[in-house]
């Protein structure tokens, strides 16, 4: 999760131009994914709240938020002043097999 100023949008786009951030999308491969015309700055980061992304580091998601169990959306800055108010939860969901490090986490608290 990110805050969604628009100074911070743009430091984040700069050190993903630097890691030569490039779309993650279902069906492409890497090589075609980096074909895509993308412009990353703040600018286009701040319009879109949930992106995928592929970097020289490996994978990298943008999101402006999560959804709170009763449904709303919990910004960055709500969850921040929550600070450790928030317990996370590993749920489980039909025909989910998470590895030992990966799952669905809910968080509670809100």
């Not at 994978?59 to 928030?86: I, Q, W």
């Amino acid at each position: 999760m990110v805050r969604r100023e628009r100074a911070n949008l743009g430091r984040l786009a700069a050190a993903m131009v630097e890691l030569h951030a490039r779309l993650r999308v279902a069906g492409l491969s890497d090589d075609e994914a980096r074909t895509l015309p993308v412009q990353l700055d703040g600018a286009t980061l701040v319009d879109l709240s949930i992106t995928t992304w592929m970097t020289d580091a490996g994978a990298f998601d943008v999101l402006d938020g999560l959804e709170a169990p009763d449904g709303r959306h919990v910004s960055y800055e709500e969850l921040a002043r929550a600070g450790n108010r928030v317990a996370w939860r590993r749920v489980s969901a039909p025909g989910l097999r998470p590895s030992n490090s990966e799952g669905l986490w809910q968080a509670d608290g809100f």
